[in-house]
């Protein structure tokens, strides 16, 4: 069975699911106890200089490229399957390094739908049928290119 439709969908769902959860976060944050308000507010004031330059030289070059691998998903690029599984689990690494973060109840169930949406399209690139497989012969790729969600 081709999963390349499936595939196409979870990486726009993502992508969007993203970017809501993006741009909704400081919204999320009017909501958050005080006493958590305060201690993300001195954290925020207590960070090492040393920690900006790797978020913005290692972490935010991570997230651009993910962000690219996961249009390209949506544009059936066949580069953009391995890319996105290689930049998620960088992030992951990346992620395992920052520390412990306070985030709002809200924010932090759509970063976690985000986290389970990005296993879920992994999964499907690794082990299943599609474009983005290295086993496509028989796969009919006009087929794909012209089926949307």
Sequence with gaps: MDTTKHIKF???????????TAFGAPFFEIQMPP?????????????NVEDDWVLFFVALPILLVN????IGISL????????????????????????PVVE???AAVFYDFIAVLTGMLISLL????????????DIDLEDTKTSSL
């Design 126 to 137: 690794l082990f299943t049928r599609s474009v983005f497989t290295e086993d496509v012969a």
């Design 104 to 106: 709002d109840p809200f």
């Design 35 to 47: 006493v958590l308000a305060e201690y993300k507010a001195q954290e925020l004031a207590a960070t």
């Design 76 to 99: 059936n690029k066949r580069w953009s399957g391995r890319l996105f599984v290689c930049t998620s689990v960088a992030a992951f690494a990346v992620g395992l390094f920052l520390g």
């Design 67 to 70: 962000i690219a691998s996961l």
């Design 10 to 20: 979870l990486a726009k769902v993502i992508l969007i699911s993203s970017l809501l």
